[in-house]
């Protein structure tokens, strides 16, 4: 009978060893598929993050150009203003010269 206990107090200890084992190699397998998983949800976002920035910049050179063809068009219409009032005192320009030689 004694010799029965023993055996079955080793079984025991063996089933219970090989549990311990059992559930240190099925943690272990999670944890590396939690670190697999966590590498890829980390490179996902990684990869949307890369694309919004893509398009942000995308945006804000669209807005620089639009900005810029607006600022030369304004710029263009200065000019153009100015030119037509240089042209308007053009004659009075040239009979101020006049003038000035003619006093001479």
């Not at 804000?60 to 063809?69: G, H, N, P, V, Y």
């Amino acid at each position: 009978m004694a010799l029965e206990a023993i055996q079955t107090v080793t079984q025991a200890e063996a089933k219970a060893k090989a549990d311990r084992e059992a559930a240190a190699a099925q943690a272990k397998q999670r944890l590396a598929e939690a670190q697999r998983e966590a590498k890829q949800s980390i490179e996902q976002a990684r990869q949307r993050a890369r694309e919004e920035a893509r398009q942000m910049m995308a945006e804000a050179e669209s807005k620089a150009a639009q900005l810029t063809q607006a600022e030369l068009e304004r710029a263009k219409q200065d000019c153009e203003t100015l030119k037509q009032n240089a042209r308007g005192r053009l004659n009075e320009a040239a009979q101020l010269i006049v003038g000035r030689v003619v006093e001479r």
